[in-house]
């Protein structure tokens, strides 16, 4: 039987998975150049519809994308339940979208994001773990990324100094990488650096 070829990733995506959300989803990309004008408007433009509440871009090649509080309204509105699967209200009286909706809107993610890295090249992406929500089940892809951190380490070590969604992404992207131990020996700058599993600081 012939060896399989390895799945074609297209780029790093720190946080793919089929994720959990309890209030509300973002997402961050960094391009590899900025985008010029008309490729911004279609990035922009077909961000999914859940997360069109914040299209947010920062320094010219950081895009951040968010929902509001109501992240589950929005899913129930915007996707269809699979199978009879029933919306339901949890003890804290919050709605939480059937399952099928919210992997549609994971597979929307996906989808969205390997488009746009067809307008304008993707450095990387990245979506936080909401422990609120049992965090993400998180793919091969985000196992392959995490092998490719040494190649984004020049960059992400310049952004960890600086304030807003560029260094909040790659805190996050660090954080990550200590969790599944791959940070050791890379001589990343990861002081204060704290993941949502390591307790209490």
Known sequence: MPDLEPPAFPFPFFGAGEAGYYMWAEVHVRFAREPSISQRETIAGTVPCPLRETVEWCGGRQLT?????????????AYPAA???RDRVGDDGWLRAAPSRVAALNAAIDDWLRLIHGQC?????YRAEDPDAGGTRLSGWHDWSLTRLPDLLDELDGLLDETGHAAAMTRGVMAMARRAGTLSGLGAATAGVISWTDGPA
């Not at 994308?65 to 509105?77: C, Q, T």
Request: hydrophobic share 55%.
């Open 65 to 77: 994308v968010a929902s509001g509080l109501f992240l589950h309204e929005i899913l129930a509105r």
């Open 83 to 85: 199978g009879g699967e």
């Open 121 to 125: 090249p993707i450095l990387l992406a």
